[in-house]
């Protein structure tokens, strides 16, 4: 039996699904850059402009209030959304109408919408902590660059619950993203960062 019927050439990707809004990119095991090094990032954009995103499991140590003079108190801590424009914020919810201008992503998932109407929120102490998640920066790129970078085989393209999109924050969630994988990318998630630790 060959290698090639055993499918377990690890680093070709061979992906079922296109990259399209609400679908993530899993960066494959050994990503050399900084930002996307072992990120799950959701994507809220992907057609001829171009494609934009978020990297989900790159927690900062810091609430919004620190980066946001005027915005209330609370448990609304900012991740790292991607290496484009890092002094600006963005924002994923879920709720939908009551954020006026908001984007329907997929499955009950908005994209931005009227920032003051969000604060209102946040003081009165309407919006659930799982509901509304911020970003410094984003993930970009040019038309044409993502589907470079899925010939070089750098994204597993995924889909994942819109409760997970809310919640990813930490960095082992590159690994339970895969393990959401029943072919054999799932093995991804064993490898050492540092393969020369193997």
Known sequence: MSTEDLNIDFFTIANEQVPEKGTVL????????TYFRRSVVYLTENGKEGSI??????????????????????DFLVSLGGPVSTDTIHYLHTMGDLIPGSILVK????????????KKLAKERQIKKDSL???????????????????????????IPSGLIMEAKDSGFWNKALKRFK???RVWANFPEDPSLN
Not at 135 to 148: K, M, V
């Open 133 to 159: 998640r911020f970003f410094l920066g984003y993930s970009g790129w040019s038309p044409g660059q993502l589907d470079d970078e899925m010939k070089e085989n750098a994204w597993l393209i995924g889909d």
């Open 53 to 74: 995103g978020f990297v989900l499991n790159k927690a900062l140590e810091m609430r919004v209030s620190d980066v946001i003079e005027d915005f209330p108190e609370g």
């Open 107 to 118: 499955d009950g998932i908005f994209w931005g919408g009227d920032f003051d109407e969000i």
């Open 183 to 185: 072919n054999k990318y």
């Open 26 to 33: 899993i960066s494959e095991p050994f990503l050399s850059d």
